[in-house]
């Protein structure tokens, strides 16, 4: 039987990558293997071009295009395979982040979103999306406390960013049965009780 692909989205900050490898365990424990991967990136390809667009300065299309080679590099070469043996795969971001940030937060025109979609995989879709969902304010300040270093994304300005939250929200709207929103303004614990009953209706 094909396996589950899962994917985690949110605006920088709200706490995704903190639960990708829960949530693995969580399903290896149910005796599932699982792959846990991530966007962009995935692959050694994919790793580099990652390198690119979180450091370089370039053109919005650019950008759209290269998440979008590295997500096709990924599909072959990771995600496809691996459903297809009845693994599930767990993602730290997929196209929902280019709606969201080439979209809401950089404008980039929709229909050359959705072409760009339907040409990479309009046969493969995520079966759930976890949308961890928090203001701003409460994102910025766990990245300030965390003291990375700011990528190309983070350190774009708050207005960008509230643009991206909300394009995740719409998103969320208009795929209600894919994407589940999370209140990630909320201890580790909380946020783990609602993905526990979340997984349960998928297991
Ligand atoms: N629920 C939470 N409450 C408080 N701090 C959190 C919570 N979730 C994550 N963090 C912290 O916030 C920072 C960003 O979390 P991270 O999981 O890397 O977010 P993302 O992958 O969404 O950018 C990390 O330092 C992490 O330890
Ligand atoms: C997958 C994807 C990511 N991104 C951005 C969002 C993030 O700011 C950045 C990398 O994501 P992420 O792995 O969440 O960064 P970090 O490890 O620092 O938490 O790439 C896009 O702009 N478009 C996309 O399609």
């Known amino acids: 039987m094909r396996g589950k692909f899962i994917t985690f989205e949110g605006i920088d900050g709200a706490g995704k990558s903190s639960h990708v490898e829960w949530l693995a365990e969580q ?9 846990v991967t991530r966007e962009p990136g995935g692959t050694e390809l994919g790793e580099k071009l990652r390198e690119l667009l979180l450091n370089e300065p370039m053109h919005l299309e ?19 395979p691996a459903l297809a043996r009845g693994e599930w795969v767990v993602c730290d971001r997929f196209s929902d982040a280019t709606w969201a940030y080439q ?18 995989h309009d046969h493969l879709h995520p079966d759930l999306t976890l949308l961890f969902d ?70």
Not at 62 to 80: D, K, S
Request: hydrophobic share 45%.
């Open 27 to 35: 399903l290896r424990g149910k005796g599932l293997t699982v792959q």
């Open 62 to 80: 650019t950008e759209t295009l290269l998440m979008f080679a590295a997500r096709r590099e990924h599909l072959a070469r990771l995600i496809e």
């Open 103 to 120: 979209g809401g937060g950089r404008g980039l025109d929709k229909s050359k979103f959705l072409a760009l979609e339907h040409w990479v």
């Open 134 to 203: 928090l203001p701003l304010d409460v994102a910025r300040e766990r990245i300030v406390l965390a003291n990375r270093v700011l990528d190309k994304f983070e350190q774009e300005r708050a207005d960008f960013h509230e643009r991206v939250r909300q394009a995740y929200l719409d998103r969320a709207h208009g795929n209600p049965a894919r994407m589940r929103v999370i209140a990630a303004d909320n201890t580790l614990e909380n946020i783990r009780k609602q993905l526990e009953v979340i997984v349960a209706s998928i297991c």
